[in-house]
């Protein structure tokens, strides 16, 4: 009775080295080093797969309960006393004090986390560990170094390109290379797309710290609230493929293949030069038919274990939707996608339901093809053109021939000027009081005799306080109007009334 198992990449890759090790075609300890296991737990894979089949490489606690869990809500409860009793403690004297005054028993590494998770304890830098030469990977493929050189390859014969390599770690092989115009993304997903074809899938890429490979900036906060790591195009499509990007420190970490470029720029521009090919597309069928074979028989070396470490490509890899450049975008209300300037029309039938709002992966393929996936299934569309923009109401401008005005600046008789006039009098006065001098005469005023002598009706002052010292003027807004000749109407005289001690006023006209 055939039987059905649900495993995962990495685990048939791990079931293809634990039956290379029951053929007796890798030893325990060159298992171990390709699945990164001791060398007890090969050995307890070997005698489970011999035991249990390919169930045997299927972990026993999947689908069930960790038996080194701790009690719910006990991590909470420990943080939880840290942060109101023990703020500044460390997390190893701080799960002492637990496990002395509170009885709560974890391990210091788990408070550690907690603390950490929470904001209460800031993890150390660790000291720059030591380093020393890395030994040789013991399979072919195991380990595959890829990097580019810029050079003038062809001399005065041609521009610069850059020539990529693929050399294998523990032969220094040069598995493949090319010769393209620039090093970025699109590039090395089709050059890697022809080398997963020819030779398969590697164990891991070893590469530097370009853009290409790693995203060089913190997470953004969607991606810190998803706890999701940010990816280049090309790792995202080689972690797809279960092959692993390690990148290098410093370029003496991959020195194989910086040197490596030494050599070429030496013997390889000499080469083309013989053959008298000064374009790309030549220079790479040479590369690939004559040079590559002849460098490698001279300069290669026999691995520690002729096991070959490719794995094949399995049927569910789609290298031409893998090796593409994927974005995000959500579905509009007239179910249109927007990509670059471009615009996607969804048809009315699809394999799935989509709505607007819903996100669709839209895939950029390396022979020009545009797709979209939802759901993990391809939707029905049509590119569209730009639609035209919307021509906007011209408002009817109405231009105003108004004739400029200076500022109105109110002459100093000016009814509002009296109160900061006469506060500034007093405090001249009560200066002058402190400091011994005389006051300042009264102005001199020239008393119309053909005025009024005294008005016949006063109103009520605006203020009840003293009245104001001899010789002080105020302004006519006190009293009631007087009668004006023709003449004053005509002419806007201000008038001025001067207060005596015997209650006279005197009225005079400014000319």
Not at 195 to 201: D, I
Not at 210 to 233: F, M
């Amino acid at each position: 009775m055939s039987e059905v198992l649900t495993m995962t990449t990495r685990e048939l890759d791990k079931l293809r080295v634990v039956r290379n090790t029951l053929e007796r075609k890798l030893t325990w300890r060159e298992a171990a080093a390709q699945l990164r296991l001791s060398i007890r737990q090969v050995g307890r894979l070997c005698a489970r797969v011999r035991l249990k089949g390919n169930r045997g490489i299927i972990h026993r606690l999947r689908g069930r309960p960790s038996n080194h869990r701790l009690p719910t809500g006990l991590l909470e409860k420990a943080v939880e006393l840290v942060k109101t009793r023990y703020p500044d403690f460390g997390p190893t004297f701080a799960n002492e004090k637990l496990r002395e005054r509170h009885q709560l028993a974890l391990s210091t590494g788990t408070l550690r986390q907690g603390m950490i998770a929470t904001g209460l304890w800031r993890p150390r830098h660790r000291k720059m560990p030591h380093r020393a030469w890395r030994p040789r990977r013991a399979c072919v493929g195991e380990l595959v170094q890829l990097d580019g050189s810029d050079h003038a390859w062809f001399e005065e014969r041609a521009p610069r390109c850059v020539l990529l390599l693929y050399i294998d770690d523990a032969t220094s092989r040069l598995l493949d290379g090319a010769f393209v115009a620039v090093e970025d993304t699109v590039t090395l997903l089709r050059t890697t797309q022809t080398y997963l074809t020819r030779c398969g899938r590697p164990v891991a890429f070893y590469v530097d710290k370009d853009s290409i490979y790693r995203v060089n900036r913190q997470a953004t906060i969607e991606e810190q609230l998803q706890d999701t790591v940010p990816l280049t195009q090309f790792t995202r499509a080689m972690r797809e493929l279960g092959i692993e990007v390690i990148p290098a420190h410093s370029p003496q970490a991959k020195g194989r293949v910086e040197r490596s470029f030494d050599t070429h720029q030496d013997r390889l521009v000499k080469e083309l030069r013989l053959a008298k090919i000064s374009d790309r597309e030549t220079a790479t069928r040479f590369l690939r038919q004559r040079y590559l074979p002849r460098h490698n028989v001279r300069f290669a070396v026999e691995p520690a274990n002729p096991t070959d470490a490719h794995r094949p490509l399995l049927q569910h890899h789609d290298l031409d939707a893998i090796c593409s450049i994927q974005t995000t975008r959500t579905i509009e209300r007239d179910f249109t996608l927007r990509l670059q300037n471009r615009f996607f029309q969804l048809g009315p039938a699809q394999p799935v339901r989509v709505r607007p709002g819903d996100t669709v992966l839209i895939e950029q393929r390396l022979d020009g093809t545009v797709h979209l996936r939802s759901k993990g299934r391809y939707l029905a569309f049509q590119p569209i053109a730009k639609p035209a923009p919307r021509p906007l109401p011209v408002a009817a401008r109405v231009v105003q021939t108004t004739p400029l005005r200076r500022p109105y600046r109110p002459p100093r008789t000016h009814p509002w000027k009296d109160p900061s006039y006469f506060a500034m009098r007093r405090r001249q006065a009560a200066c002058q009081a402190r400091n011994g001098e005389s006051p300042m005469p009264p102005p001199r005023v020239i008393v119309d005799s053909a005025a009024y002598q005294r008005p016949t009706t006063r109103e009520p002052s605006a203020s009840n306080g003293p009245r104001p010292p001899t010789g002080v003027m105020h302004n006519c807004t006190r009293f009631a109007p007087f009668p004006q000749t023709p003449i004053q109407r005509r002419l806007r005289l201000p008038m001025t009334f001067l207060f005596h001690r015997n209650h006279d006023i005197s009225i005079c006209l400014q000319q």
